[in-house]
């Protein structure tokens, strides 16, 4: 992979968009090596993923527009499908993924983040939608996640003035779970910057996240995404079913064993996945 860096750390794995150069912009290459990496994901392994981007500067600062500016209305619509395709993908891969956002998060790049299930970012990330600056509007899902993350309104502000936001802006409006600062001693001097704060506290969700049943996380994340886009009665059928797969499964045999177990006997063991 020219752009893309991938590391497994026991029961998760981040994936790093590495063209710092270009503030990790999305071009046609970017997306095909994303597409390949996410594909390459050992779901019996790997239980949760961490998405960031390289260096101190920017998460994605968006999709190429050296590449857009010359693509006419077909390409465009093509260029289109292609981030649309590979965003959905990760929507719906079956583990959790947590973005970890440093610096800009702008265009493609807030769309990118806003495929992911969890939001986090450094002080320093500014999120933002500036196409209708450039004569275009978001194409990759900014129009329809933006506006089920944070409200129709303020989506609507935010795609027509196309102005960015800053971090403490994007946690009041929700768009982000939890902003972290750097590290400094009793003098004032740094000891982590805010990314490695950050990367921390990602990796350490990650980890709490894959110590919990795989099977029920899995079910969680379906029945919450499938759920979204029907009436409450058809979403509550939805849980119900996946409610009812988690049973008989060695996961939830040997939870509830274990927490009925008074004397706590067993040192209790890690999940499996089935």
Not at 14 to 28: G, P, Q, V
Not at 45 to 66: M, P, Y
Not at 227 to 256: N, R, S, W
Request: one cysteine or more; aromatic letters at 6%.
């Amino acid at each position: 992979m020219e752009f893309i860096l991938y590391e497994q750390k026991d029961e998760y794995a981040i994936i790093t968009i590495n063209r710092e150069k270009a503030l990790n912009a999305l071009n046609s290459t970017v997306l095909e090596e994303l597409d390949k990496t996410i594909d390459g994901v050992d779901l019996n392994v790997v239980r949760c993923l961490i998405l960031t981007g390289a260096g101190q500067k920017s998460f994605v600062a968006g999709a190429d527009i050296g590449e857009m500016s010359t693509l006419t209305k077909a390409e465009g619509e093509a260029f289109g499908k292609k981030g649309n395709d590979v965003f959905r993908k990760l929507e719906t891969l079956p583990i959790p993924v947590i973005a970890a956002v440093n610096g800009f998060a702008l265009g493609g790049g807030c769309e990118l983040s806003m495929s992911c299930d969890i939001r986090i970012c450094s002080e320093n990330a500014v999120f933002g939608q500036p196409e209708v600056g450039l004569g275009i509007t978001p194409g990759f899902g900014g129009t329809q996640r933006l506006a089920r993350l944070v409200g129709a309104g303020m989506a609507k502000q935010m795609i027509y003035t196309a102005r960015n936001i800053k971090a403490d802006e994007a946690y009041r409006i929700g768009l982000v779970n939890a902003v972290y600062g750097a590290e400094k001693d009793a003098e004032g001097n740094v000891v982590k910057t805010s990314q490695e704060v950050l990367m921390a506290a990602a990796e350490k969700m990650a980890a709490g996240i894959a110590k919990n049943a795989p099977i029920a996380v899995r079910n969680c994340k379906k029945a919450i995404n499938e759920g979204l886009d029907v009436t409450m009665d058809e979403a509550i059928v939805i849980e119900e079913k996946l409610f009812g797969d988690c049973f008989e499964t060695e996961d939830q045999k040997y939870g509830m064993a274990f927490f009925l177990d008074k004397n706590k006997e067993k040192v209790k063991e890690p999940f499996r996945n089935c």
